[in-house]
């Protein structure tokens, strides 16, 4: 808190200073432009609340089940048990999404593929798995289909 009100005290500083002026960019604060013309870009550094990047996962699969493990946390009554078969066949999952781009690109449709999903489950925890599965393959094996 001290940190970014300090710094916000800084920034006003600068701006004070004869020849500065902010620059014509969204977020004014983080932008500013020098009577010589040149723009000054705060916006990576913490005086504009940048901040480390997450670690991003090695691939593809990696990605897709960790953001699969976040979106399971959201339902608590099966939660564990999809957790565990996540862990125990993580494959599992990625092969299901990459079965969903295939039967997108044969011309199904996402809501059809979430029914057929539903017909051919009865437990809860295979029709949330479904779900959470079918919406990540368009974002990690398809991106391009299902729009």
């Not at 960790?66 to 976040?70: C, F, H």
């Not at 999809?82 to 078969?85: G, K, M, R, V, W």
């Not at 079918?134 to 391009?144: D, E, I, Q, W």
């Given at each position: 808190?001290?940190?970014?009100?300090?710094?916000?005290?800084?920034?006003?500083?600068?701006?004070?200073?004869?020849?500065?002026?902010?620059?014509q960019?969204?977020?004014y604060a983080?932008f500013?432009t020098t009577?010589?013309g040149?723009?000054?870009?705060f916006s990576?550094?913490s005086?504009?609340?940048?901040?480390?990047p997450?670690?991003?996962?090695?691939?593809t699969?990696?990605?897709?089940l960790?953001?699969?493990?976040?979106q399971?946390?959201?339902?608590?009554?099966v939660?564990?048990n999809?957790?565990?078969?996540a862990?125990?066949?993580?494959q599992?999952?990625?092969?299901?999404?990459?079965?969903v781009?295939?039967?997108?690109?044969?011309?199904?449709?996402?809501?059809?593929?979430?029914?057929?999903?539903?017909?051919?489950?009865?437990?809860?925890?295979?029709?949330?798995?479904?779900?959470?599965i079918?919406?990540?393959?368009?974002?990690?094996?398809?991106?391009?289909e299902?729009k």
């Open positions: 808190m001290k940190l970014k009100y300090l710094s916000a005290i800084a920034l006003t500083a600068i701006c004070l200073l004869p020849g500065v002026s902010y620059a960019e969204q977020d983080c500013l009577a010589s040149n723009t000054v870009n990576q550094t005086l504009c609340g940048a901040q480390k997450a670690p991003t996962p090695v691939n699969d990696e990605a897709f960790a953001e699969y493990k976040r399971v946390m959201q339902y608590a009554g939660r564990d999809l957790l565990a078969n862990e125990q066949s993580p599992v999952g990625s092969l299901q999404a990459q079965k781009c295939s039967d997108l690109k044969s011309g199904l449709t996402l809501d059809e593929i979430k029914q057929k999903q539903i017909a051919e489950t009865v437990e809860q925890s295979s029709i949330i798995n479904a779900q959470i079918t919406n990540l393959a368009t974002k990690y094996y398809c991106p391009n299902g």
